[in-house]
């Protein structure tokens, strides 16, 4: 048995334990974007607040900053949470700028074009909750369509994450959206509504764009171009009935809101450890193997029957490898 007994220490500590200054310049995990964005949480409330006092643009800019200061750390929080484990801060940031510029104006051109009745749920489904939907799906099946080789490797889960972040820009931009509509009159009662809007947009949305996201990931891998829409079309659906029965007056005038909110959030974390169920259980999908020279390619049936020779006599495609438990990662 190991005695836990630690005898004192004589003498100081190192000065590297004082003032761990090196640590910071040649510890990598100190300058990730995580460690940077905790970092800015901390550091943008003062910020804020000093702008909020010198600006004369009637706090527009704090506010800007308030929304996406939520958002951010939202998004620190469903990291770690979930913890993607094939995603860069490369694809957090297509996902983001692409979100910024498409979104909102989209969500915004249907949504006029399908004036939505606050007091029918089929219309607040149909002119609210599937065209902001849509709009906030549109930058992940669009980056996903650029990167397609390169995202082969990703998982429902991994598109689950992305389709958050999306939610997370598209709910910062709405909460701006409606601070705007109250000005600088934040006298009144409703604007507490407004600022809990800063805190909870961000995150309803990005449950909502992740289940949509999931949908897509699961779509992708099949081949069959009707199951790929049927599976689309079903994650669209899901979020947009939620959506619309969100902003149903009957329910969010009532405690039926926090019942829907809560349900979002239930099935956007099922969504995640079903992802990773399925990650666990399924093989990695990868290219199949070139038969070395001289062999014709072993059908299925042999490929099944024959696992450890074929592997053993497999040849890697170029920008693949196989790894001692036989899943195919790209390099």
Known sequence: MTNPYTPPRSGLPELSSLLPWRAWWYNPTLRTWPVWLFVALVTVPPAAFLLAADAGDGGAAAADLFAFYFAAAWLLVLRTVLRPPNLTG???????VLALIVEVPLALGLESALPADGDNVFS???AVGLPEELAKILPVVAVALLHRRAWARLEPRDYLFLGAVSGLAFGAQEAI?????YGDDLSRPEALEVMWRFVTDPVSHACWAGISAYFIGLAIQHR????????AGLGL?????????????PVNTSILWVAVTALSAVLFLAYATVGVTHAAASPNRGPRPRAASGHSSPTPTQTRSTAAATTGAAVAPRGWTRGPDGRWTRL
């Open 90 to 96: 490369r694809m957090y940031a297509e996902i983001v």
């Open 124 to 126: 607040t489904v149909a």
């Open 177 to 181: 959206h409606y601070y705007a509509g």
């Open 224 to 231: 069959e171009i009707a199951t790929r829409a049927a599976l």
């Open 237 to 249: 659906a899901i979020p947009a009935v939620l959506h619309g029965v969100n902003d149903w007056k």
